[in-house]
RNA sequence: GGGCCUGUAGCUCAGACGGUUAGAGCACUGUGCUGAUAACGCAGGGGUCCGUGGUUCGAGUCCACGCAGGCCCA
């Protein structure tokens, strides 16, 4: 690695090497199409290889680790891509700046349901009847191929918005390398033990026999379903006559009660209805539930409620062994209808397994797959459970349990496709024993850096802490298959977990190269099972996000190669996804990570809230408000497309987005950058010292430019490494502000002399800013730099994004002056406020002005910048509001912070006195030192200096504003030499404007054409020498302009009372 | 129904530790300045800091309970 380059030592190189008289640097227009400028900047990344480079140029530096999340190519990509790919970008950047070796290794999600439902739409295909019937074999085929259907809208995209990634070297999880490291991975865990057949609950449709997804759902939803509703009694063991009262709108679900359950943090009576029976429920419910008559015994919470043991409703074929029919607490209990008793059938509701789970509590699968009552159900074997539901209720009632039955208006699921209504019911389907390492996963999390800090503990960790195992089987088509063999014997459980191709091979006794690892192709694999039966593959597929959670392995085809890069990229030091991954890919690759390596997959995450439309609604296809990115790049180029991404607000919040929003930044940042740029090589290029750096610069103007600038670099490197976006970037917005309307427009003059310290100030300040903005936006930066850099140090690397990020000098800065120039800035504002109140244009001079600061030390700092005051607000001297007693009003005012700490509600007294004596006479003992006492309701208060502020305020004959404790004022009053002062600055400020509207170039000579008037002859008497140097006049003719035929232009205007009419003739130079 | 987040000017957002008069940009109106700027300066209108209650001498900030919106999960 080369040292990393300072500002000092950007100063030496620039000395001892480009400085020559004859550099210049490439005219820069003031307008530009940032469009254009981005298409030129990607042709030369291109030409010169940049992002290729900056990965082999890196090679043998520390590794940063980037892991690209999948997308899926089979969508076009939208604007919410160019977010999480803008911030992907950023950090990679950064890093590669500091002398990191960052591996962008791209990746795509190729496996799945939406591949599938894509393709069925294509093929017109509804269901997995008719995808079974145009075969497997083609219809996977088809999703191979779909996948790809946008590629080279991602390929364009991703260049477009440069965002560096290697896509030609991407992983692909439906590639044969892929799958195998999958299997291995499951084989892992398989031989852990952690592999296991388990309940799900799914949507069910008993006739079809078929879970249906999600979006099948939806599309079944029936409102104003009539189903029953009824009140059970169960009999607490242990209680004479006691029972909790549970509702449920399924009867046929109660044969698979294993507990109930309550809130603990809900309020429960115990009350004795008329018969004489005790009842439990919730307080809020009772008077809805009960019947009248009924006696109120006992309140409790529900969590004292928990562990109550009750008499199973039914018992079928042989005792359960494990321990339920107790209460137990779970959140999903409401008190918004039924009892706030919660019967909890863990085969017949996501909840209830869960639950059931978390407990340990026995799944009685008592529906068989067509929807009927297994045979040890008795009484209704056989029957469909929706048709049982009056029978059950009859048996409920003749043994006393029914309190009693309603019937209940929802909205139920129905199968879109037979009108069936569909019964949520549990599968078997193999489940990754997560749970087992609840506490890992909540431990190693603690160790992630969150961005934003909240989801650590919050969203993510609440999520881990409620971890149920994950179900990890899918009845679909194109995805990994499950490797899982069984043996087809009657009765047998013989099973195999087969851990890749090689594996495969072996087992079923011949070369399986070139075998396609997806259905149905491996599905075609058989062998003998030792217990004589074939070895048939599961029909089970893997969750796809499974695959993407695999990706710290399967992308190096581990272990079956690239053992080294396993080794090195194994860990991200950086991802960054929108806040669903939460869920999704951030939780895959964590449990992974964690089962199998018990590690972090990653050390730091952005998580990144949605993308909004303008009006702050979702975008979405339907409302017809999604924004087209390649229509904002085209409009506004992908820089300020990324600026506004990262400055728009907090990353984790949702933003609203939309043209509107970006052109606003374009024009307000990269506009005033690039002006800035442009405005340094006009005038670099005209004084041809321009890239001679001064041995070290006197002035402060300069000084606290380099001292914000270094400031501003401390900034944004600690912000970069908190991977606090908008710390990082929000900073330099305000800099640029500063450079472009202070530092600039203070140093017009200096510049127009070609001033070669102010130049170089200017150059180092862009060059700089450069390079902090290089990861944020690429293009902008890259174009100052090769013009500003590589036109006079050819030597330096050719990209910005080869170039090293600059390091603070910590001598550069220097607070004080820092904060002297803020509160020169601000007493400028208050200065002209105070013109404004009077009418008093800044042209015109005035004798003094008088500031008031908060502290001595502010008043040091504003006398260091005696000159810039007196130039900025056009006055003759600077006094302070505490010189001159008869000048000023007072008034002490007692601080809130130090009296309100010292004394409390005695605060409001001590102002309220206060406020009643001599304020003069007050000031006078405080400012000799002396401490004030006062009392009130026999208390006394001690007062010291410290605890007051005295405010001077200047009297009449002033015009004056204030504002937080500060206060500037101006005289009023105009001497005739103030006025005389005004007008010249007036005739200079018309002659410029004649020179503008006459064409002239910046630097022509001129002529100037007067009418001798006293005021004029006065006024040139005095003034003479500033009037010809502004104007660049040589010649003053005393000839009324109107009657000089060789006036090329003319104006008349008002100088005071009187009326005058100019001329101007430009004044060739011979030999020129 | 549960969890997490957000709520400050018409819009987009800042507001460490509770403390002097709640700020900036955009937009609007007026005005001034200008030989870098489709700029800039100044002024004006525009705020129940989502609501209610509490803690405190003092709350946009802390606590509780709500309301609205977003996301995730049911």
């Not at 109550?308 to 039914?314: A, G, I, N, S």
């Not at 509107?660 to 930044?665: D, Q, R, S």
Request: include cysteine; charge should be negative; hydrophobic fraction near 40%.
């Amino acid at each position: 690695m080369t040292p990393t380059q300072t500002p000092t030592q950007t100063q030496n190189d620039a000395s001892s090497g480009a400085g020559t008289l004859d550099t210049r640097y490439q005219p820069v227009p003031a307008s530009v199409s940032f469009p254009d400028l981005e298409e030129s900047i990607l042709k030369l990344w291109q030409s010169r290889d940049v992002f290729k480079r900056s990965m082999e140029e890196r090679a043998g530096g520390p590794e940063y680790v980037f892991f690209e999340g999948p997308p899926t190519a089979n969508g076009r990509p939208g604007i919410h891509h160019v977010l999480a790919r803008a911030f992907k970008d950023m950090f990679p950047r950064y890093k590669t700046m500091q002398g990191y070796h960052v591996l962008r290794k791209g990746g795509w999600d190729t496996h799945g349901l939406p591949v599938e439902l894509e393709v069925e739409r294509q093929l017109g295909l509804t269901g997995k009847e008719q995808i079974e019937e145009y075969g497997v074999a083609g219809f996977n085929q088809m999703c191979k191929e779909s996948v790809w259907e946008y590629l080279n809208d991602w390929e364009a995209l991703t260049e477009r918005m440069a965002f560096w990634v290697s896509l030609d070297d991407a992983y692909v999880t439906m590639t044969n390398e892929y799958v195998q490291s999958l299997w291995w991975i499951l084989r892992q865990l398989w031989d852990k033990g952690l592999l296991y057949e388990g309940y799900k609950v799914v949507p069910y449709c008993p006739r079809c026999g078929t879970p249906l997804s999600s979006h099948e759902l939806s599309l079944g939803y029936q409102e104003g379903t009539v189903d029953p509703s009824i009140f059970v009694k169960f009999v607490v063991k242990g209680e004479d006559n006691a029972f909790l009262m549970a509702w449920t709108t399924t009867p046929w679900t109660l044969p698979g009660n294993a507990a109930l359950a309550v809130g603990d943090k809900i309020d429960y009576v115990k009350v004795r209805d008329r018969s004489g029976a005790l009842l439990y429920l919730a307080k809020e419910r009772a008077e809805a539930v009960l019947e009248p008559g009924y006696q109120l015994l006992e309140k409790m919470k529900g969590a004292a409620l928990v562990g109550k043991e009750y008499e199973p409703l039914f018992q079928f074929g042989a005792a359960p062994p494990e321990r339920y029919a107790y209460v137990i607490a779970a959140d999903f209990v409401s008190t918004a209808d039924g009892t706030g008793i919660v019967h909890v059938a863990p085969a017949f509701g996501a909840d209830d397994l869960a639950v059931g789970q978390a407990h340990g509590l026995p799944v009685f699968q008592t529906v068989d797959a067509a929807g009927q009552f297994k045979p040890e159900v008795t009484p209704w074997a056989g029957i469909f459970v929706k048709n049982a539901d009056p029978q059950i209720t009859a048996d409920l009632d003749a043994r006393g349990q029914l309190y009693k039955e309603e019937t209940y208006e929802h909205t139920y699921p129905f199968c879109w496709r037979c009108d069936t209504p569909l019964i949520y019911w549990a599968k078997q389907t193999w489940y990754i024993r997560t749970s087992d390492f609840k506490e890992r996963l909540v431990a190693l999390n603690d160790s992630i850096n969150w961005v934003p800090d909240h989801i650590r503990s919050g969203r993510f960790g609440r999520w881990l802490e409620n971890n149920v195992d994950w179900a990890l089987g899918r009845d679909r088509y194109w995805a990994t298959p499950i490797p899982i063999w069984k043996s087809d014997a009657p009765g047998s459980q013989y099973m195999e977990c087969v851990g890749g191709l090689d594996e495969l091979s072996q087992k079923c006794g011949r070369d399986l190269q070139g075998l396609d690892l997806h259905r149905p192709y491996v599905d075609e694999i058989t062998w003998t099972a030792p217990d004589g039966g074939a070895m048939r593959r599961v029909p089970e597929l893997c969750d796809v996000w499974f695959d993407s959670g695999a990706m710290p392995v399967a992308q190096w085809h581990y272990p079956f190669a690239n053992q080294a890069e396993f080794d090195t990229y194994q860990q991200a030091d950086y991802i960054c996804e929108a806040v669903d991954q939460t869920r999704g890919w951030f939780y895959t690759l964590h449990a992974v990570s964690t089962l199998l390596f018990d590690r972090p997959a990653f050390k730091n995450v952005i998580c990144l809230g949605h993308i909004l439309a303008e009006d702050g609604s979702k975008m979405s296809k339907s409302r017809g408000n999604v924004v087209n990115p390649w229509q904002v790049f085209a409009e506004h180029g992908a820089d300020a497309t990324r600026w506004y991404m990262y400055t728009a607000g907090p990353p984790g919040n949702a933003r609203r987005f939309s043209g509107n929003l970006v052109a606003e930044v374009k024009r307000r940042f990269l506009n005033t950058l690039w002006n800035t740029y442009s405005f340094f090589t006009v005038y670099a290029n005209l004084a041809p010292a321009a890239d001679r750096p001064p041995a070290e610069t006197n002035n402060d103007l300069d000084r606290w430019l380099l001292s914000e600038l270094n400031r501003l670099v401390r900034e944004v490197t600690a912000a970069y490494e908190a991977y606090d976006v908008t710390a990082a970037t929000r900073p330099i917005a305000e800099f640029v502000d500063d450079l472009s309307n202070w530092y600039v427009r203070l140093n017009r003059r200096r510049f127009w002399d070609g001033d070669a310290e102010a130049l170089f100030t200017l150059r180092h300040a862009l060059v700089t800013l450069a390079k902090l903005l290089a990861p944020a936006v690429p293009f902008l930066s890259e174009a100052i730099y090769q013009n500003l850099v590589l036109s006079v140090e050819p030597d330096q690397p050719d990209s910005v994004h080869l170039s090293r990020w600059p390091q603070a000098d910590a001598s550069a800065i220097d607070t004080e002056l820092s904060a002297a120039m803020a509160l020169a800035q601000k007493v400028t504002t208050l200065g002209r406020a105070a013109r404004e109140s009077a009418a008093l244009k800044v042209r015109q001079p005035l004798q003094q002005v008088v500031v008031r600061t908060r502290t001595a030390d502010e008043r040091t700092g504003l006398e260091r910048m005696e000159q810039l005051l007196l130039s900025e607000l056009n006055v003759k001297e600077l006094n302070f509001a505490d010189e001159g007693a008869e000048l000023v009003e007072v008034e002490v005012f007692p601080l809130p912070r130090q009296l309100g700490q010292k004394y409390g509600r005695g605060y409001p007294v001590i102002r309220r006195l206060f406020a009643q004596m001599d304020q003069t006479e007050l000031a006078g003992r405080f400012a000799e030192g002396k401490t004030v006492t006062v009392e009130a309701d026999g208390n006394s208060y001690e007062i010291e200096a410290a605890d007051v502020e005295v405010r001077r305020t200047p009297r009449a004959g002033f015009a004056l504003a204030q504002d937080g404790g500060y206060l500037v004022a101006v005289t009023t009053n105009l001497t005739p030499e103030l006025e005389q002062e005004g007008h010249a600055r007036e005739l200079v400020r018309r002659v410029q404007q004649l020179r503008k509207d006459t064409n002239l170039e910046i630097n022509d000579r001129i002529r100037l054409l007067l009418p001798q008037t006293p005021q004029l002859d006065g006024l040139l008497s005095a003034h003479r020498d500033y009037v010809l140097a502004e104007t660049l006049t040589l010649e003053i003719v005393w000839s009324p302009a109107t009657e000089n035929p060789t006036a090329e232009a003319c104006a008349t205007f008002s100088l005071g009372e009187e009326k005058v009419t100019i001329g101007l003739t430009k004044f060739e130079i011979s030999n020129q």
